[in-house]
């Protein structure tokens, strides 16, 4: 049977799944996929503001970059501002990630059991999620005001000096993993919890009347049986970390100097910050970007292969 053949088939069976995917598949592409195909050409051009596309008034100068090959990756990755960034950004994204896990699984083994007042406690702990991330950066940011801050005036009630939260670079990175991890946690509450309730009660009773003690059944029943779900949420949780601009930039815009800049803020300079903006450079850092995630991706569900929890 040849493939036209098969398409038709298909097509005639599923017409109805195919025209409710198509719209989807119309939107994804606009948004996604366009920009996706036009940044991997730029990435290969030496584009930049004085060159490209672009009116002044009534006049209309036409685009003149050409095309460079993979200079632009050449001069990224034996730069050393790309390692350096790189660097920071996995150390940012490995501290976020772990902490963000270790509190969500806490949490939700917490709200699993039969307490007073679980509802509330978990919209009480959900309350994060709900809030738009730029207002919640925003509050984050006047509570870490050195002068006026609420933190700092706790501080000094106590008799200890003004922390400054934001204008030091490790506070600045403690700061910012502070943040990312009070956003964090709802999601990984919410989807551990998830997972905690699909494991069959019977073998905690089992185990309990077989002598297992809490640390035993938490290390051979809750854990294998929160596998799948803990692979999925790191790598999710990874992804997004990765690319977590929302409170780098509004936070910090990398600062102070460029202690807390990681990939994805820097490539926003590049582009929309700096002069003259860099176009071609700001692409092809997104290329990167989007190579290492996806390395990333590859590696870490082939992990999840080997252990059986393909998903």
């Known amino acids: 049977m040849t493939l036209a053949v098969r398409a038709r088939r298909a097509l005639g069976t599923h017409w109805y799944a195919w025209a409710m995917v198509a719209p989807v598949v119309l939107v994804i592409g606009v948004i996604i996929g366009y920009p996706l195909v036009r940044g991997g050409y730029l990435s290969l051009t030496d ?7 672009r009116s002044i008034g009534m006049n209309h100068i036409p685009a003149t970059y050409h095309f460079v090959g993979l200079d632009n990756y050449r001069a990224v990755l034996t730069d050393s501002v790309f390692w350096d960034r790189l660097g920071w950004t996995v150390a940012w994204t490995v501290a976020c990630v772990c902490v963000t896990f270790l509190i969500g699984l806490t949490l939700a083994t917490m709200l699993n059991r039969t307490l007073r007042g679980r509802t509330f406690y978990r919209l009480a702990l959900i309350l994060p999620w709900a809030i738009p991330a730029f207002i919640s950066v925003f509050t984050w940011r006047m509570l870490y005001n050195e002068k006026n801050g609420i933190l700092n005036k706790l501080l000094a009630g106590g008799g200890i000096d003004a922390v400054p939260w934001l204008n030091d670079p490790t506070w600045a990175k403690l700061s910012v993993i502070a943040v990312n991890v ?3 946690v709802p999601f990984m509450l919410v989807a551990l919890l998830g997972g905690l309730q699909s494991i069959p009660g019977e073998l905690y009773e089992a185990a309990e009347m077989d002598g297992a003690g809490p640390w035993q059944r938490f290390r051979n029943i809750t854990v294998p049986g929160l596998r799948a ?3 999925t949420v790191i790598l999710l949780s990874t992804i997004w970390t990765f690319n977590m601009f929302p409170v780098i930039y509004l936070l910090t815009r990398g600062g102070p100097g460029d202690a807390t800049e990681i990939l994805v803020t820097y490539a926003y300079r590049l582009s929309f910050v700096d002069s003259p903006r860099d176009f071609s450079g ?3 850092w997104g290329v990167l970007i989007l190579a290492l995630l996806s390395v990333v991706a590859i590696v870490y569900r082939r992990a999840l292969r080997k252990q059986g929890e393909v998903w």
Do not use: C, F, P, Q
């Open 182 to 184: 009070w956003l964090g």
């Open 282 to 284: 700001s692409a092809a």
């Open 47 to 53: 584009a930049n503001e004085a060159n490209v596309e």
């Open 229 to 231: 779900v803990s692979g």
